[in-house]
């Protein structure tokens, strides 16, 4: 009989109510946890780009939920199957009456997780081919820059630095990354492509790249098997060489490098020859060099001491040239005499030939030519006088009457551009008369809708704005303290006013109550008519 009672007693909940309160239970109390299980149920991103999936053990299952934003962040992205530790907050879903985690960060469980994801990504990458023995590129012998990846200040740089330093000195041009931890596998990415995008200019690009880490674990190297870091390798132009961990760390920048080293301080020995040798070697060239060139030379003196044994002496050769200069020598005399006289007689049959009738009738011939040509030339030139004048008479009517059309087609455009002018002129009068119109009447509807909206009218109806003796209004009678001052607005003017301090602040009555008179007025106010000062409220 007593159980009754406490149950019609007990508050009640609308479903909304009890859900929500159970929501903050549970926040309350897993506001942040870790959770370790398999990945279950994982279908890949949603189209809005969330993810939904489940944890499991042996004997229990949670769902699991990664909003967009915390998906593009992350690192280590979900796969099923997958043993993760995950990271987030527990909540719940009013709609379907379950509990759900809300996971900001995940992370492997254990080395066999990571070995597992490395071993399918490494399929995934070389199905592309771009572990392609073809897709490799040839180290330079010497490069004169050498572009280093790593961290400024651990000890690869050091020892990079140092066996360069041994065994050829080179320029070396460091790119400070993070190799461990968030962000390191994007900066290490960027790196790479940032070197590559080098232009012609103070900094010169590297001719060789050298991606170093030291040793660690398989949770430290992760940020070279990442796959933004393994494409970025993969498109580099410039020979690559990577050297992270030790001999027997392998990650998946190794399979699309140029060359692998088993250390940072190999890399270097890769990079560079050793100075001193190539001394030694050129040197050893050198002496070779001379030997051959000595052999040469006494080879060359033989073949010209056996030639020069073969030939016949020089009186031998010279004999019948010398024989042939003194009979032509002896025969030159007559040869010069022949010839005077047959040019003396060639002369002689011309100047018998040149008479003064021949040398006058050939001038009195050319007078006739030079007189001839004169009167041509003056013929020609009145023809082609008279032409130019008749060519330039046409010319200038032509001009005359071209003149005249221009001015006439000028006067025509004119006097449309002024019919034109006064068209838009009047249209433009109308526009604007139009235009003045519709402001008036929206200056009028603006007033009306002023006028409406100020609290005048309100004063108008029958009410009263009341102030404090600061000109603050009241909206309620808590505000108003005993014997304080008031100011009371009415449509016609203000009335000051005392609270009266034996009465109480007014407060809500209970219905039970009676209502006070409306006769009822406090003793104490006096009205004081003031002079109206109203500004607007806009």
């Known amino acids: 009989m007593t159980a009754a009672p406490n149950l019609v007693n007990a508050p009640e909940f609308t479903v909304s109510e009890l859900s929500s309160a159970l929501k903050r239970t549970v926040e309350d109390r897993f506001g942040h946890v870790r959770v370790r299980g398999e990945i279950s149920g994982f279908r890949g991103p949603h189209s809005s780009g969330h993810c939904y999936f489940a944890l499991k053990d042996e004997s229990a299952k949670i769902e699991a939920v990664i909003w967009k934003f915390a998906h593009a962040r992350m690192r280590f992205k979900p796969q099923e199957g997958l043993e993760v530790i995950a990271t987030g907050k527990l909540t719940t879903y009013p709609n379907s009456s379950k509990y759900q985690i809300v996971i900001d960060s995940l992370e492997p469980a254990g080395v066999g997780a990571l070995m597992a994801l490395m071993e399918e990504r490494k399929k995934k990458l070389a199905a592309e081919g771009l572990f392609d023995e073809a897709r490799k590129q040839l180290l330079p012998w010497l490069p004169e820059v050498i572009g280093v990846v790593t961290s400024p200040t651990g000890a690869v740089i050091r020892d990079i630095l140092h066996r360069l330093e041994d065994r050829f000195p080179r320029r070396v041009l460091v ?75 392998i990650t998946l920048i190794d399979f699309v490098a140029d060359k692998r080293a088993p250390t940072p301080t190999a890399a270097a020995e890769m990079a560079v020859p050793v100075r001193s040798e190539l001394f030694v070697e050129v040197q050893a060239l050198a002496r070779r060099t001379m030997v051959c060139w000595q052999r040469a030379q006494e080879a060359r003196r033989n073949e010209l001491r056996a030639a020069a044994r073969a030939l016949p002496a020089a009186n031998e050769l010279l004999a019948i040239p010398r024989q042939r200069l003194d009979h032509l020598a002896a025969g030159l005399p007559r040869g010069l005499k022949a010839n005077t006289h047959a040019h003396f007689r060639r002369f002689a049959a011309s100047s018998s030939r040149l008479t003064i009738g021949v040398l006058r009738g050939q001038i009195a011939h050319a007078r006739q030519r030079l007189t001839a040509s004169g009167e041509r030339i003056a013929l020609s030139a009145r023809a082609l006088l008279h032409r130019r004048r008749e060519r330039f008479s046409g010319l200038e009517i032509r001009l005359k009457a071209s003149k005249l059309a221009n001015a006439k087609a000028q006067r025509n455009a004119i006097a449309r551009d002024l019919e034109r002018t006064h068209r838009l002129a009047e249209r433009a009068r109308r526009a604007l008369e139009t235009t003045l119109q519709r402001l008036e009447a929206r200056v009028a509807h603006r007033s009306q809708l002023l006028s409406a909206l100020s609290y005048r009218g309100v004063l108008a109806r029958g009410f009263a704005l009341v102030r404090d003796e600061h000109g603050h209004a009241l909206h309620s009678a808590a505000a108003v303290g005993p014997n304080a001052s008031l100011s009371i607005e009415f449509a016609d003017g203000r009335v000051a006013a005392t609270a009266d301090a034996n009465q109480p602040p007014a407060t809500a009555m209970p219905e039970s109550q009676p209502k006070p008179s409306r006769e009822a007025k406090p003793a104490a106010a006096k009205r004081v008519t003031k002079p109206v000062d109203q500004g607007s409220l806009f």
Do not use: Y
């Open 175 to 249: 790119w400070p990354v993070k190799v461990q931890g968030d962000g390191s596998a994007e900066q290490v990415a960027a790196a790479i492509r940032g070197f590559n995008a080098l232009p012609e200019g103070r900094i010169p690009r590297p001719d060789l790249l050298i991606v170093a880490r030291g040793g660690g674990s398989l949770e430290d190297l992760w940020s070279f098997n990442e796959e933004i870091v393994v494409r970025a390798a993969s498109e580099s132009h410039i020979p690559l060489i990577s050297a992270v961990g030790h001999e027997t760390d």
